[in-house]
């Protein structure tokens, strides 16, 4: 991997300007969108949809296999980011992975905040069950927020008595909104994108005076016993390591099947910068592998002597 791809992309992300004064959420959404919005692989067709009663985006690759869905959820503090943003790192892992993805617009804090997130990711699960979708045929993912707000939406789908899918991947996941993590203060001079004022002001919107360690705006206090396989991916270079590493060994005490990756030397959701960081590539593959890998897992084996109906 290269270690030239790696230096450059940090100065990249340092020389972003900063304000003096807090922008506006509205602000804060149009300045994201222009600087990080991606458009989807040209081989990986979008509509429109609505889904738990929620805007959302398809992206179907050409190389789709017809079996299997991927749920995503986006990042962004849970006050920025859309499908729009994300079209071309959820269009990255759908391609590569050869499934049909459903990335949902779900509501942003401070317009809509805690619970509210949560509720439609539940509401877009549920949909998807509903309309027949096989839960051994739906794998789930999302980044930072989109991360945290995967593993909530799960959760609250096993509290509704709802199956799980058949496993879940997320980059970089904000999973502990008291911001306790260690990292948060020793990575704050290798972290080129955040401060720990950022993260605070995010929570502030989303969860304002409510419980920030209830297990499901801070899944990293949640008993995670019954979630699906889980990996795990997330840079070294970032605040939200621990965040990362404790969501791991929590779900691997729980009894989840758990594969953590820390990427040496790398940023908050390094994946989105496919195509121009080795590492991303590298990491978006192995992720498409996992999801696929447990998509075929979940079929029972076909007893070649017994009829099919």
Do not use: C
């Amino acid at each position: 991997m290269s270690r030239q791809q790696r230096d450059a992309l940090d100065a990249i992300l340092r020389s972003a300007p900063r304000s003096e004064v807090r922008p506006t959420p509205e602000e804060q959404r149009s300045g994201f969108a222009a600087a990080v919005t991606r458009p989807a692989p040209e081989d990986v067709v979008t509509h429109r949809a609505v889904l738990g009663g929620r805007p959302a985006l398809e992206l179907e690759p050409a190389e789709a296999s017809g079996r299997g869905r991927l749920l995503y959820l986006h990042g962004g503090g849970y006050v920025i980011g859309s499908p729009d943003t994300h079209a071309g790192l959820v269009g990255e892992l759908a391609r590569r992975a050869g499934l049909r993805a459903t990335s949902v617009d779900y509501r942003l804090a401070p317009e809509h905040p805690f619970p509210a997130a949560v509720d439609d990711g539940l509401a877009a699960y549920r949909e998807l069950l509903a309309s027949g979708t096989d839960p051994r045929d739906l794998v789930m993912a999302g980044d930072s927020a989109g991360g945290g707000l995967s593993i909530a939406t799960l959760l609250a789908a096993r509290e509704a008595g709802l199956p799980q899918p058949a496993a879940v991947v997320v980059f970089s996941p904000w999973a502990d909104l008291t911001l306790t993590g260690g990292s948060i203060r020793s990575k704050e001079s290798a972290d080129p994108i955040f401060t720990e004022a950022d993260l605070r002001a995010y929570a502030d919107l989303y969860v304002g005076a409510g419980d920030r360690a209830h297990p499901l705006a801070s899944p990293v206090f949640a008993d995670l016993t019954g979630l699906p396989p889980l990996l795990v991916q997330v840079g070294a270079n970032e605040l939200l390591l621990d965040d990362a590493v404790r969501l791991a060994g929590r779900a691997g005490a729980d009894g989840v099947e758990v594969t953590l990756e820390v990427g040496p030397g790398l940023p908050h959701v390094f994946q989105h910068h496919y195509g121009r960081l080795d590492e991303a590539d590298a990491a978006l593959d192995r992720a498409a592998r996992f999801l696929t890998a447990h998509l075929s897992a979940g079929r029972p084996a076909v007893d070649p002597l017994e009829p099919v109906h």
